[in-house]
């Protein structure tokens, strides 16, 4: 069984989603359910910080893809940043990209989670 550690942390302008290690079918509740916390509890601003993923499966893309409904819905930005190469090859083939904010760095997800 895989293993990912999800932490929420909130920061002044925004919620950060620390993801560390694989993201598969098995570990993907965890950070489904942390998604939907932040979501309840009505945040609007989240940076999920992917420094650490080191891998993720279909059912991993599919925590951010069925998420984009209530994001949209809600009018949450959600931007991922520090995606490794291998994951971000992932999202490009499977066209995830058009609909998910990716940013290369924390600075770069805080511009546009602030619209410059």
Do not use: P, W
């Not at 950060?16 to 694989?22: N, S, W």
């Amino acid at each position: 069984m895989t293993k990912v550690d999800v932490n929420v942390v909130q920061e002044s302008d925004f919620t950060l989603i620390d993801v560390v290690g694989e993201l598969d079918a098995s570990s993907s509740v965890d950070l489904d359910t942390k998604l939907q916390e932040v979501i309840d509890r009505g945040d609007k601003k989240l940076l999920i910080n992917c420094v650490g993923l080191t891998y993720i499966s279909s059912a991993g893309i599919g925590v951010f893809t069925s998420r984009l409904d209530d994001i949209e819905a809600d009018h949450i930005t959600m931007v991922l940043f520090d995606v490794a190469d291998n994951i971000r090859s992932v999202f490009e083939i499977l066209g995830v990209d058009q609909f998910l904010n990716l940013a290369t760095t924390k600075e770069k997800a805080i511009q546009i989670i602030k619209g410059q």
